[in-house]
């Protein structure tokens, strides 16, 4: 894991970049591997692939944190990219994977309510997303929306979305 972790700052090859990040995700399958990612750096340095102009590349990344968001201490270091995330979803293609991918991420990290507030801004885009979205992109953002309408501070926010 930890040369995997060095390979990817270590390559700009996006070929290299989006194989490690595939080992990566597999990887965070097992919760002490999740552990281990988290000790190691791996987060900001997967994190920080979400900038990176290659789809693909962006797309694995976000892939890889859905699957590292499944531990709760990961999810207070994740919790720093929930706003890129959101501008990943918003500037993505309609309907891409890394659309979805990082609808999948966002999912996850909005079920519980300590990170909601970071989303608010993006409510009008998940609305615009559920009116023009394929069945795949509209199942995805109502599992979103479903996460932050559970939470009484949000509905304000999603009652006054301009849709």
């Known amino acids: 894991l930890q040369k995997l972790i060095h390979l990817l700052q270590a390559t700009d090859d996006p070929l290299i970049q989006e194989q490690a990040l595939i080992t990566l995700s597999n990887s965070a399958a097992f919760s002490v591997n999740q552990d281990i990612i988290r000790n190691l750096d791996g987060l900001s340095v997967i994190g920080g692939m979400l900038s990176d102009c290659v789809p693909i590349v962006k797309e694995k990344a976000l892939n890889a944190l859905n699957n ?9 270091e994740i919790q720093e990219y929930i706003t890129q995330v959101c501008r990943n979803v918003e500037t993505a293609p309609l309907n891409s994977d890394v659309q979805l991918a990082g609808l999948r991420l966002l999912t996850n990290m909005s079920v519980t309510r300590d990170y909601h507030h970071k989303m608010i801004n993006s409510i009008p885009c998940f609305f615009h997303l559920l009116a023009e979205g394929t069945d795949r992109t509209q199942i995805q953002v109502l599992k979103v929306l479903v996460n932050l309408s559970a939470n009484p501070a949000m509905t304000r926010h999603l009652l006054r979305a301009q849709v």
């Open 68 to 76: 590292l968001s499944m531990n709760i201490k990961n999810q207070e």
